[in-house]
């Protein structure tokens, strides 16, 4: 019995070990050097600026009253958006702002499918595509910034996609992991040589390469199945650090249990779906897609910390000299989480959140055994006025 025990010991630790040292290594990345500068753009490129809503009556015109305020000529971008069941009166005050607006009879049913109807609506060709959530507040220079990067060759771009509100405990915990998040997996990977990762708004992704491939996506997690796409015909996706969208964070636990849902489910769809390719791309070299398939395989950061903590309780329990291991990780997992969380965010607000993280572990450990159907279905995350 204490063989088996020391056995599965070992390999929780491995599996473990190797998750966290991942995230270690990229954190390390993240501090290693300062965002590259592009030059000026040589010419104005067309864009399409899209923005999916769904039942989003209550954030939408602040979101297009400050993006229509663009230093970049208004003649040089085309603002659309694709309202799915709003109501009649947003739709009146959208329709007086200078954009197009696509009103669909029956819900769509999933951001996928949005873009993709807003791609079958249209007949202008343009040169890049952003994707914007109606929630996001962007600044007035955010198109020239894109403009610079996509006129120097860049095709796939991610946007530094930072907490417009901490008014919960909720929201300061959120907004602490989405930071950790650009750390480990957009400035590190840039940093290491990788492609950064897709995060659903804040994209902008060159037109006629997104019109050719956005048929192909369909599931909850489009901002995924854009990436696995991109990466896997060799397009480098480009994070800019100093290019802010502002975007709302969930300010109670149940908005955050049903976003997560949707997360976790998306990822565990498109990993049992794409898995089988993993060969295929570790023997021809493509090091991008490969790390993206693992990076699916680890466990959310809140289950890393609950998990190691009751495992190295556990073991001192049975074993002491079992939970040195696991207590030395653990130990890594918050020297991790400390490199990639930034100074600024270390404040009141977030000591004060902390006694909320069980919580949100329990709700993460639920979430592991309700994915199905969420990688598929449709999942609205609410917006504005949500109490905690």
């Not at 902008?204 to 896997?232: C, H, M, R, T």
Request: net charge neutral; hydrophobic share 45%; proline share 3%.
């Amino acid at each position: 019995m204490n063989n088996l025990f020391e056995i599965i010991d070992v390999v929780l630790f491995v599996i473990f070990f190797l998750q966290i040292t991942y995230l270690f290594f990229f954190a390390l990345f993240s501090l290693r050097r300062p965002q590259t500068d592009y030059p000026p753009a040589r010419k104005q490129h067309r864009f399409l600026i899209l923005f999916p809503a769904y039942r989003e009556d209550l954030v939408i015109m602040q979101t297009i009253d400050s993006f229509l305020r663009q230093t970049y000529p208004k003649e040089r971008y085309d603002v659309i958006v694709v309202s799915d069941q709003m109501q009649q009166e947003t739709n009146e005050k959208l329709s007086a702002r200078p954009l197009t607006l696509l009103k669909t009879e029956n819900p769509l049913g999933s951001k996928a499918a949005a873009l993709n109807y807003a791609i079958a609506n249209l007949k202008n060709e343009y040169d890049c595509i952003v994707i914007l959530d109606a929630d996001n507040i962007v600044e007035a220079t955010f198109l020239e910034r894109i403009n610079d990067v996509y006129d120097f060759g860049v095709y796939a771009i991610q946007a530094h996609r930072k907490a417009k509100n901490k008014n919960t405990d909720i929201a300061v915990l959120d907004a602490v992991s989405e930071e950790i998040n650009n750390s480990i997996f957009r400035k590190g990977h840039i940093n290491a040589g990788l492609s950064s990762a897709l995060i659903g708004s804040g994209m902008a992704i060159d037109y006629p390469w997104f019109v050719q491939n956005i048929k192909k996506v369909s599931s909850a997690g489009e901002d995924k199945e854009l990436e696995l796409l991109l990466l896997s015909q060799g397009v480098y996706i480009e994070y800019l650090d100093s290019v802010i969208v502002y975007d709302e964070k969930t300010p109670g636990s149940s908005s955050f249990y049903q976003q997560r849902r949707r997360w976790l489910g998306a990822q565990f769809f498109l990993l049992k779906k794409d898995l089988s390719s993993f060969p295929q791309a570790l023997f021809s070299g493509n090091i991008n897609y490969v790390d993206k398939l693992f990076q699916w395989l680890l466990f959310p950061r809140i289950l890393l910390l609950g998990i190691s903590f009751g495992l190295a309780c556990i073991t001192l329990i049975v074993d002491y000299t079992l939970s040195f291991k696991w207590w030395g990780i653990l130990v890594l997992l918050f020297i991790t989480l400390s490199i990639a969380m930034p100074d600024e965010l270390y404040d009141e607000s977030f000591k004060r959140a902390l006694k909320r993280v069980p919580i949100l572990f329990i709700l993460m450990l639920l979430n592991l055994f309700r994915t199905k159907g969420a990688g598929r279905n449709f999942i609205h995350t609410k917006h504005g006025g949500e109490n905690v």
